[in-house]
T-cell receptor, first 109, second 115 residues
Framework: LAKTTQPISMDSYEGQEVNITCSHNNIATNDYITWYQQFPSQGPRFIIQGYKTKVTNEVASLFIPADRKSSTLSLPRVSLSDTAVYYCLVGYNNNDMRFGAGTRLTVKP | DGGITQSPKYLFRKEGQNVTLSCEQNLNHDAMYWYRQDPGQGLRLIYYSQIVNDFQKGDIAEGYSVSREKKESFPLTVTSAQKNPTAFYLC??????????????FGPGTRLTVT
């Protein structure tokens, strides 16, 4: 059974870099890894998407090793407003796609 | 503005009643999805549709029904057969560009409370 696994929670301090890892052993060969951010009582918001190696945009970086069995979302210099739940979404064979259970990030002053 | 809308934001129903949640998108997306989220939990897929007049069950389809008569609309009905309907319901849409997992755009959600 396909499973997308993330840590339940993480704590950080303002200005630090935060790395959140997602495990996806059986990712489909042609599929991408996508990360979302969600604030309470809101819909998730797209952060970044990648297939392999490294992807960077204005808010985050995504690191994907050659075997693609995991991926790491990197948030540089977090602020209090980055406190949220972060989800990875991965596609598996037979059009099966799975969100991880989410990582609750708490940024402290 | 392009986007995806859900209405209402809050919905209250008595046990035993069916209720329909609205989801509309003007992004010209082919695919639409319904998720359920319980407090402190992740997103679980209820139903999805990749094209008009076609939809597939997700992981927790029992007690729910959908229709996809128009590209823009994907309403979800929570039936009386759903044993624990109180939850936060999220609708999403995405393009289909030959990848299995696409960037999904989410609506603001509907919080359903059944008593």
């Amino acid at each position: 059974l396909a499973k997308t696994t993330q840590p339940i929670s993480m704590d950080s301090y303002e200005g630090q870099e935060v790395n959140i890892t997602c495990s996806h052993n059986n990712i489909a060969t042609n599929d991408y890894i996508t990360w979302y951010q969600q604030f309470p009582s809101q819909g998730p918001r797209f952060i970044i998407q990648g297939y392999k190696t490294k992807v960077t945009n204005e808010v985050a970086s995504l690191f994907i090793p050659a075997d693609r069995k995991s991926s790491t979302l990197s948030l540089p210099r977090v602020s209090l407003s980055d406190t949220a739940v972060y989800y990875c979404l991965v596609g598996y064979n037979n059009n099966d796609m799975r969100f991880g259970a989410g990582t609750r990030l708490t940024v402290k002053p | 503005d392009g986007g995806i809308t859900q209405s209402p934001k809050y919905l209250f129903r008595k046990e035993g009643q069916n209720v329909t949640l609205s989801c509309e998108q003007n992004l010209n997306h082919d695919a639409m999805y319904w998720y359920r989220q319980d407090p402190g939990q992740g997103l679980r897929l209820i139903y999805y549709s990749q094209i008009v007049n076609d939809f597939q069950k997700g992981d927790i389809a029992e007690g729910y029904s959908v229709s996809r008569e128009k590209k823009e609309s994907f309403p979800l009905t929570v039936t009386s057969a759903q044993k624990n309907p109180t939850a936060f319901y999220l609708c999403a849409s995405s393009t289909t560009r030959g990848r299995t997992t696409y960037e999904q755009y989410f609506g603001p959600g509907t919080r359903l409370t059944v008593t």
